[in-house]
């Protein structure tokens, strides 16, 4: 006698997945805070849900349509890469630290030397080029190959 499986079949977990579909149970929506622009951020609590499983999480948009999407801390928590939902201190002090992170970045650009370019890099000065170049051969459709275009 052969031995008993040990999980269902394919058979029947797709029979019961059909089932399933079929007789949809609502998620209960559980509130879990709201941003700046107005998006609204849940947990849905599934109903037979085992204590395995990740937490499903996402959020109804903002009616304004010009309202942006929402903060990286914010959809690091729907996608659960956080655990808990960000705090409107942290977001502050993330956006604080941008703000000074572009100003310094904008005074290093000022201070950076300004370097002019030839047009040639520093790869096409004395290394042998990968493809052969003919003279009779267009480089694109309607350019004919002339002194300047070597």
Avoid: C
């Amino acid at each position: 006698m052969p031995p008993r499986p040990t999980r269902p079949g394919v058979f029947s977990t797709i029979w019961t997945n059909f089932k399933n579909s079929l007789t949809r149970q609502s998620n209960e929506k559980i509130y879990v805070g709201e941003d700046s622009f107005g998006n609204k951020f849940y947990e849905y609590k599934k109903v037979a849900r085992r204590a395995t499983t990740n937490v499903m999480r996402g959020y109804d948009p903002s009616p304004d349509p010009n309202a942006p999407k929402p903060s990286v801390e914010w959809h690091s928590w729907t996608t659960g890469s956080r655990r808990f939902p960000p705090s409107e201190q942290e977001i502050q002090m993330n956006r604080l630290r941008a703000q000074s992170q572009l100003s310094e970045d904008a005074e290093t650009e000022k201070r950076a030397p300004k370097i002019e370019s030839t047009g040639k890099g520093a790869a096409d000065v004395d290394r042998p080029h990968a493809f052969p170049t003919y003279k009779d051969i267009e480089i694109a459709p309607g350019v004919k190959k002339t002194e300047s275009n070597d």
